[in-house]
C-alpha cells in the first residue's frame, strides 16, 4: 500500500512537472484546422489568417491584389 501512495506522489510530480515546462503558445497561433479562401485572381486556397485583404476581395500576395485591382 504506501508502494501504491508513494508511485502516485511520483506520477503527480512528474505530471506537474511537464505542465510547468511547456511553451506558452501565442494567442494568434489557432491549434486545429484554418478557414481556406481561394484568391481572387488565381483561385489558390490559402489561410484566411494570411490572405492579402484587398478591395475586391482576398488574394494570396499582394502582387496578385495588385494585378487584380489595377
Known sequence: MKY??????VLAGIW?????RKPDQPSS?????QVMVPCA????HVPEDDAIR????????AAHRDSHEG
Open 29 to 33: 497561433q489557432k491549434s486545429g484546422p
Open 4 to 9: 501504491l501512495v508513494l508511485l502516485l506522489i
Open 54 to 61: 484587398g478591395s475586391r476581395g482576398l488574394y494570396c500576395s
Open 16 to 20: 506537474w512537472i511537464r505542465q510547468q
Open 41 to 44: 485572381h488565381c483561385g489558390t
